[in-house]
């Protein structure tokens, strides 16, 4: 009982730990890791990052894409395509995020999905960016043509060049250094 003063701080740090690691653990079953989502994209000022979405697990793509099917908030869309990019190393995410740049009729959802696609594919998917370039929407061409200039290598930028001189945005030209 004498050593108890001694190492109740210790033994409350170790019991913290704990209950701290044990709340961060990763939700197994799908309803754990929907509700998970539905709590994280419910935060008006996000601080999820790719690996607090991968931490969720393999199987999480598929709850998140069923979470997005049965949302119909733009906002909370827009973060489950944030959360779903995070797997982009699984191609049913990728094919269904990029799904949803022809899909859905919000400018705001298709812009973030072109963003998206442009910042976790990169080059790998020009060919799906670029012909954005020529949408009727300017935000959606803007959008694409931005994509493009951040993801692009040298010999594909004579198309975000392109893009960028048809809406009069000469300002963001790519000139080679």
Same mark, same amino acid.
């Given at each position: 009982? +004498?050593?108890?003063?001694?190492?109740?701080?210790?033994?409350?740090? &170790?019991?913290?730990?704990?209950?701290?690691?044990?709340?961060? #653990?990763?939700?197994?079953?799908?309803?754990?890791?929907?509700?998970?989502?539905?709590?994280? %994209?419910? *935060?008006?000022?996000?601080?999820?990052?790719?690996?607090?979405?991968?931490?969720? @697990?393999? @199987?999480?793509?598929?709850?998140? %894409?069923?979470?997005?099917?049965? /949302?119909?908030?733009?906002?909370?869309? $827009?973060?489950?395509?944030?959360? &779903?990019?995070?797997?982009?190393?699984?191609?049913? #995410?990728?094919?269904?995020?990029? !799904?949803? #740049?022809?899909?859905?009729? /919000?400018?705001?959802?298709? *812009?973030?999905?072109?963003? $998206? %696609?442009?910042?976790?594919?990169?080059? +790998?998917?020009?060919?799906?960016?670029?012909?954005?370039? *020529?949408?009727?929407?300017?935000?959606?061409?803007?959008?694409?043509?931005?994509?493009?200039?951040? #993801? %692009?290598? +040298?010999?594909?930028?004579?198309?975000?060049?392109?893009?960028?001189? !048809?809406? *009069?945005?000469?300002?963001?030209?790519?000139?080679?250094?």
């Amino acid at each position: 009982m +004498k050593y108890l003063p001694k190492y109740l701080p210790m033994i409350l740090s &170790l019991l913290a730990f704990l209950t701290a690691y044990s709340v961060m #653990a990763a939700p197994q079953s799908a309803s754990e890791i929907s509700e998970a989502v539905k709590t994280v %994209i419910m *935060n008006r000022h996000p601080e999820d990052t790719p690996d607090w979405w991968r931490g969720l @697990g393999p @199987g999480a793509p598929a709850v998140i %894409i069923q979470v997005y099917e049965s /949302d119909s908030s733009t906002y909370h869309r $827009m973060r489950l395509i944030e959360g &779903l990019s995070a797997f982009g190393d699984d191609p049913k #995410a990728v094919d269904f995020i990029k !799904q949803q #740049a022809d899909r859905s009729p /919000d400018q705001v959802v298709r *812009n973030n999905v072109i963003r $998206m %696609i442009g910042i976790t594919q990169g080059a +790998k998917e020009e060919e799906f960016l670029s012909k954005y370039l *020529n949408h009727e929407d300017a935000h959606t061409r803007l959008a694409a043509a931005m994509a493009l200039k951040k #993801a %692009i290598e +040298k010999w594909s930028m004579h198309w975000v060049n392109y893009g960028l001189l !048809q809406e *009069n945005f000469s300002c963001l030209l790519i000139t080679k250094s």
